[in-house]
């Protein structure tokens, strides 16, 4: 199921389809009428917001966005991200004095939006602890979400068999993946420390996603630490609820 819904995900695409896309119409989806909207599907980057709203237990209205057809592009949802991609959240309920809604996109974004809003799963500001967390965070957006999205499309997705690209992103999938091991190693819980935290809602769906659907190319038991993480944060009914979030299959 996975493997369909992921082969044509995060995908780069050409201006022929941005062309195609602009004389298309579709209906915005309806607006729910809890405080926070979510436009999302359940992809990785995805899940990890989906993961945090149950987290939070906060209330929302998730709407499934197809990429599969190209809704992304069309003017409505560019207006909420000019650069095209899920998840995007949209709370009319915001922190602050400020009583109009705030638009994030860039799933990183909406985790330490989350967090500051509800004072969880990121410690204070001033404390060494948030600082080790967003680092983690930074980590997933500009490492492990990148790369393994790469590796993912010239594995399964690319029209062209291109040997050196598959072979790069996948090498440094696993060079990430050590990392993530011997950082787990060091904590002996989750990835920041003593803690459960955003960043450890951003890293779980991508590393869940690439360990089960690239097991026969990672070598066997090289990663103890991150499949005992797994299985911790797998097992929490709050994550497994998150994952289904805006999924095609449900
Ligand atoms: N850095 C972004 C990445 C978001 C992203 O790449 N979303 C993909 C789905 S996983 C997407 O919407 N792709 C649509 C497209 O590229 O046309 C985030 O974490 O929010």
Redesign the pocket.
Known sequence: MYRLLLVG?????SRHFMTMTAATTTKIPQIGDKPIQLYS?A????Q?IGIALEEFGLEYDAHLID?SQ?I??EDWFKKINPN????VLVDRQPIGNDKQPITI????AILIYLADKTGKFLAPIGTRQRYETIEWLMWQ?SGV?PMF?QANHFHRAAKEDIAYAKKRYLDEAKRLLKVLDTQLATTNSFTSGNDYTIADMAIFPWVQFFIKNYKDKLDENAYPNIEKWLKLIGDRPQVQKGLKVCSKND
């Open positions: 995900f995060c995908r780069t695409v599907l992809t990785p980057n995805g990890k990429i190209d992304q592009y095209s991609k899920i998840p996109f860039e799933s990183g957006m979400g999205g």
